[in-house]
């Protein structure tokens, strides 16, 4: 069994940062792309950001110049810098991860269960 925990989220004013961490627990032999969603209120879960195992990044255009994803591949983790941040950033922060894992050895897709981001204006 594989659990991705997230931590990190509030409440913070407009300008304000953030920093997220998500980290996997369980029988993992290896993790692949480990990635960051949110869900705002009404809207759809969309991508916020994804990095590679080997360090690659793609960001949302929303993220773009705000926002910094990283990870530690000793310690399963999975990082979300948050800058400048806007009340349009409100949302539940989702991290996921493609992981392989015993006993079954195949890759699968976890998720975390969300942290909640709060910018006031």
């Known amino acids: 069994q594989v659990q991705l925990v997230e931590s990190g989220g509030g409440l913070v004013q407009s300008g304000g940062s953030l920093r997220l961490s998500c980290a996997a627990s369980g029988s993992i032999v290896s993790i692949n792309n480990m990635a960051w969603y949110r869900q705002a209120p009404g809207k759809e879960r969309e991508l916020v950001a994804d990095i590679t195992r080997g360090g690659s990044t793609h960001y949302a255009d929303s993220a773009t110049g705000r926002f910094t994803i990283s990870r530690d591949n000793a310690k399963n983790t999975v990082y979300l810098q948050m800058n400048s941040l806007n009340p349009e950033d409100t949302a539940v922060y989702y991290c996921?991860?493609?992981?392989?894992?015993?006993?079954?050895?195949?890759?699968?897709?976890?998720w975390g269960q969300g942290t909640q981001v709060t910018v006031s204006s």
């Open positions: 996921s991860a493609q992981v392989i894992a015993r006993p079954d050895l195949l890759w699968r897709n976890y």
